[in-house]
């Protein structure tokens, strides 16, 4: 015979706690993918390269350093809405909904703008480097190849973000 008896129910998952729970997953995920974008970003550099005094670095180049900037505010953004919502929902606050449906817009096109920018610039360089001899192509491929997972893991983050700004749409017909 068992001498425990449990009196309290164990916690319904309803649709609006599933979707804030899914919702700080993807910020999180999210967060980890603007993260190693930036790492494999900064660690990008390509140093005694086949000319005389030939070191190139990401932030030489415009596209790369758009890309920077988009993955920094993104990753700020991302952060603050990832505190914002664990806060939220702790406390059983909605929060503004609309701010947060505008926000989510705004930073998942700045992300598809970053990683586009990435991507263009990666190709660009390597067509140029190609241009110039198969030897100068092939001996900056570890480059290339370090921009264009740098550019997917921002497609990544830029893919939770897309996820994320449909589902805080899905919280405003509820307000």
């Known amino acids: 015979m068992d001498l425990h008896t449990y009196s309290e129910k ?4 309803t649709a609006s706690r599933v979707l804030k729970i899914s919702a ?6 999210t967060n980890i993918f603007l993260l190693l974008s ?3 970003l900064i660690t990008k550099v390509n140093a005694n390269g086949p000319f005389k005094d030939d070191t190139v670095h990401f932030y030489e180049l415009v596209g790369y350093r758009y890309m920077t900037a988009t993955i920094i505010l993104g990753g700020a953004y991302s952060i603050w809405q990832t505190m914002t919502a664990v806060i939220r ?3 059983g606050y909605e929060g503004n909904l609309v701010l947060d ?6 930073m998942s096109i ?3 703008t970053g990683s586009v920018a990435g991507f263009v ?8 480097a190609y241009k110039v001899s198969k030897d100068t192509g092939d001996y900056y491929h570890k480059f290339f190849k370090m ?5 997917g893991f921002l497609l990544l983050g830029f893919i939770c973000a897309l996820i994320l700004s449909e589902l805080s749409s899905y919280a405003l017909p509820r307000r």
């Open 121 to 128: 610039m990666t190709g660009e360089l390597q067509r140029e």
């Open 24 to 29: 700080i997953s993807l910020r999180i995920l």
């Open 101 to 106: 449906y505008y926000g989510d817009k705004v």
């Open 38 to 40: 930036l790492i494999i």
């Open 10 to 13: 164990p916690a319904a998952f």
């Open 89 to 91: 929902h702790k406390k």
């Open 147 to 151: 921009g264009y997972a740098a550019d």
């Open 110 to 112: 700045a992300l598809a």
